[in-house]
Antibody, heavy 124, light 105 residues
């Protein structure tokens, strides 16, 4: 049973860079899309981006210019960096494991494991 | 960019059937999945590949997907099912979420 645990600063100042980590335990890194997803207070889920176990990445176009996601397979550690933080970036940040399945009409993609989330507040 | 649209809210009485819809252009040509999120908790996958239930998800949860609409159906809805529900699909190598539906029982 894979477990995901986010950690990072609960408070970030405007214009600063957010750095979050997610420790992956109890499962293999291989063949998954390791992702970050956030949820602003009272709002819905927003996909930030993923890194495939092989190292390829893809980001939400709305955040692409500010986001870097990395994966340290030696430490089983997923990381997120988000630059130029503003109040609009205040949210609970989740790390999640994205799975790809092969189905009759093609591939199917879903998040089968989530961390407990880390609340990040942007304020001076 | 691809968009998924859900009704903001749905209210049902205990024991009734709840059907939450998710609309997107040619969504039936993709695979949809659904997450349940209770207050203060992380989302939990309840349906994937349109119709499949992960281990541990009750049989009263079912899914469908055709045309432009995917649906999550909860038969014999219980008070414990009160939560926010999100649909999700994959498009052009990006993960797309619907805006979420608050189910009140």
């Amino acid at each position: 049973q894979v477990q995901l645990q986010e950690s990072g600063p609960g408070l970030v100042k405007p214009s600063e860079t957010l750095s979050l980590t997610c420790i992956i335990s109890g499962g293999s890194i291989n063949s998954y899309f390791w992702s970050w997803i956030r949820q602003s207070p009272g709002k819905g889920l927003e996909w930030i981006g993923y890194i495939y176990y092989s190292g390829s990445t893809n980001y939400n176009p709305s955040l692409k210019s500010r986001v870097t996601i990395s994966l340290d397979t030696s430490k089983n550690q997923l990381s997120l960096k988000l630059t130029s933080m503003t109040a609009a970036d205040t949210a609970v940040y989740y790390c999640a494991r994205g799975a790809k399945g092969i189905a009759p009409s093609g591939a199917t993609y879903y998040f089968d494991s989530w961390g407990q989330g880390a609340l990040v507040t942007v304020s001076s | 960019s691809y968009e998924l649209t859900q009704p903001p809210s749905l209210s049902v009485s205990p024991g009734q059937t709840a059907t939450i819809t998710c609309s997107g252009d040619k969504l039936g040509g993709k695979y949809a999945c659904w997450y349940q999120q209770k207050p203060g908790q992380s989302p939990v996958l309840v349906i994937y590949q349109d119709t499949k239930r992960p281990s541990g998800i009750p049989e009263r949860f079912s899914g469908s997907n055709s045309g432009n609409t995917a649906a999550l159906t909860i038969s014999g809805t219980q008070a414990v099912d009160e939560a926010d529900y999100y649909c999700q699909a994959w498009d052009s190598s990006t993960w797309v979420f619907g805006g979420g539906t608050k189910l009140t029982v």
